[in-house]
């Protein structure tokens, strides 16, 4: 698997139904299962052709206890945990607006938005045990939070860039925000943009924060 693929499965939480939404190949579910992170693992695919392909590999991998179940998100499907990885923000939202009963856990890899991804879950009372960023060629985040009576409560910080980066920074979060640094400061000296500025004041912060202002 990819290092991406890795990490994510690494994330998931020991359960006993596992969820892997839009799976494609299903290679997050078999990982999940096969380091015995889940008893069953249900694959789920709005592709039809890329449900085939996850039902074909886990019969070469001689999975057994696994449902495959083509359709839009989880809807009314019950588990214990639920990956969604790959997608953006919104759609990640969207998902999760349309399942009839949420799961304890949710492992979480949104490409984009993924400030709405934080409000939307302290907003149904989850709390984010995980939310760190890293490097596969691109830089991914991967959210991880658990359903709570406990109300979470962040800062403006933490719902920018995630509360692991910023209690805990990698190398790849620190080199992220000089990249974005420098991105930025390139982008002023060409014209001027509130949103631009808006941004890169709040990755100064940030590396203030964390002390990454070299």
């Given at each position: 698997?990819?290092?991406?693929?890795?990490?994510?499965?690494?994330?998931?939480?020991?359960?006993?139904?596992?969820?892997?939404?839009?799976?494609?190949?299903?290679?997050?579910?078999?990982?999940?299962?096969?380091?015995?992170?889940?008893?069953?693992?249900?694959?789920?695919?709005?592709?039809?052709?890329?449900?085939?392909?996850?039902?074909?590999?886990?019969?070469?991998?001689?999975?057994?206890?696994?449902?495959?179940?083509?359709?839009?998100?989880?809807?009314?499907?019950?588990?214990?945990?639920?990956?969604?990885?790959?997608?953006?923000?919104?759609?990640?939202?969207?998902?999760?607006?349309?399942?009839?009963?949420?799961?304890?856990?949710?492992?979480?890899?949104?490409?984009?938005?993924?400030?709405?991804?934080?409000?939307?879950?302290?907003?149904?009372?989850?709390?984010?045990?995980?939310?760190?960023?890293?490097?596969?060629?691109?830089?991914?985040?991967?959210?991880?939070?658990?359903?709570?009576?406990?109300?979470?409560?962040?800062?403006?910080?933490?719902?920018?860039?995630?509360?692991?980066?910023?209690?805990?920074?990698?190398?790849?979060?620190?080199?992220?925000?000089?990249?974005?640094?420098?991105?930025?400061?390139?982008?002023?000296?060409?014209?001027?943009?509130e949103v631009v500025e808006d941004k890169l004041?709040?990755?100064?912060?940030?590396?203030?924060?964390?002390?990454?202002?070299?």
């Amino acid at each position: 698997m990819t290092l991406r693929l890795q990490k994510i499965v690494q994330a998931i939480p020991t359960v006993t139904t596992l969820c892997d939404v839009g799976c494609d190949h299903g290679y997050i579910g078999m990982g999940a299962w096969q380091q015995g992170k889940a008893q069953k693992v249900i694959f789920m695919d709005i592709s039809a052709p890329s449900l085939a392909k996850a039902q074909n590999n886990c019969t070469n991998a001689q999975m057994p206890n696994c449902q495959f179940i083509c359709q839009d998100g989880i809807k009314d499907v019950l588990c214990d945990c639920a990956v969604i990885a790959g997608m953006g923000g919104l759609e990640t939202i969207s998902i999760l607006q349309n399942t009839k009963q949420l799961p304890q856990f949710l492992v979480l890899q949104p490409m984009r938005n993924q400030v709405d991804v934080r409000k939307y879950l302290l907003e149904h009372n989850y709390y984010i045990t995980l939310d760190t960023k890293f490097c596969d060629v691109k830089y991914y985040d991967l959210i991880v939070a658990k359903r709570s009576s406990k109300p979470m409560q962040l800062t403006h910080l933490q719902l920018q860039f995630g509360v692991t980066n910023l209690a805990s920074p990698s190398q790849d979060f620190v080199q992220y925000l000089l990249t974005e640094k420098q991105k930025y400061t390139q982008i002023l000296t060409q014209c001027r943009d509130e949103v631009v500025e808006d941004k890169l004041s709040n990755i100064n912060l940030a590396l203030e924060h964390i002390g990454g202002t070299q």
